[in-house]
């Protein structure tokens, strides 16, 4: 059991360092572009580690605070980048199974009681909601926005970067008080940031 943690551990910390440079290089540099693009897809597959390991890291340790995270940021990090390939939103069985995982992990987040998962359970309960009416709105054929795709990988990813650099400040930054802000700041600095390139780059 020592080895496989070791092992989770390793692949979580190199996987974040990975992440965290590709994160910024797709995050700084133009949207459409091929560096964007070659970037965006190794912050993807990082960030699956990161979730993989944290997940059972979690499960190992007995960390329910690690694995409501780590699905929280699971759920962004899936729905972004499988809007660069599901264009027309329309739902699969795996689309389906992530969005009640991260619905039901919302709801565990926002009773732990716990200010910085109440906070993140908040936001993952309204990025739910949005998935569950545009899933509804499939199911009755409804037409969607021809954007909205890129509205969500915008949104979804640039919310996966948010936990990563969270992350790394909560592991990096010691002896800082109040520690909650160390939590909720990246929050607060990026959100802004999701609405300007919304309103940038998605055309209603």
């Known amino acids: ?6 092992i989770l551990l390793y692949t979580h910390i190199i996987s ?25 897809k190794i912050f993807f597959y ?60 919302s709801i565990f987040m926002l009773i732990s009681l716990v200010p910085v998962l109440m906070v993140f359970g908040g936001i993952s309960a309204f990025l739910c909601i949005g998935q569950i009416k545009l899933f509804v709105a499939t199911l009755k054929k409804q037409e969607v926005s021809k954007t909205l795709w890129l ?13 990563t650099i969270t992350a790394f400040l909560v592991v990096n930054v010691k002896n800082f008080q109040p520690v909650w802000l160390i939590w909720l ?10 609405i300007y390139w919304t309103r940038k780059y998605v055309k209603s």
């Open 151 to 163: 509205q969500q990988h915008i949104g979804m990813m640039v919310g996966a970067y948010i936990a």
């Open 16 to 40: 974040g360092g990975l992440a965290l440079v590709s994160g910024s290089i797709a995050m700084i540099t133009k949207k459409g572009q091929k560096t964007h693009r070659i970037a965006g």
């Open 1 to 6: 059991m020592d080895i496989i943690y070791k």
């Open 46 to 105: 990082s960030m699956l580690l990161i979730c993989f390991s944290a997940i059972n890291i979690s499960i190992i340790k007995s960390q329910s605070f690690l694995l409501m995270i780590g699905i929280f940021a699971l759920f962004q990090n899936y729905f972004g980048f499988r809007a660069t390939k599901n264009k027309l939103l329309v739902y699969n069985n795996i689309d389906k199974a992530m969005l009640i995982a991260a619905s039901i992990n």
């Open 185 to 194: 700041a990246p929050t607060a600095i990026l959100v802004p940031l999701i």
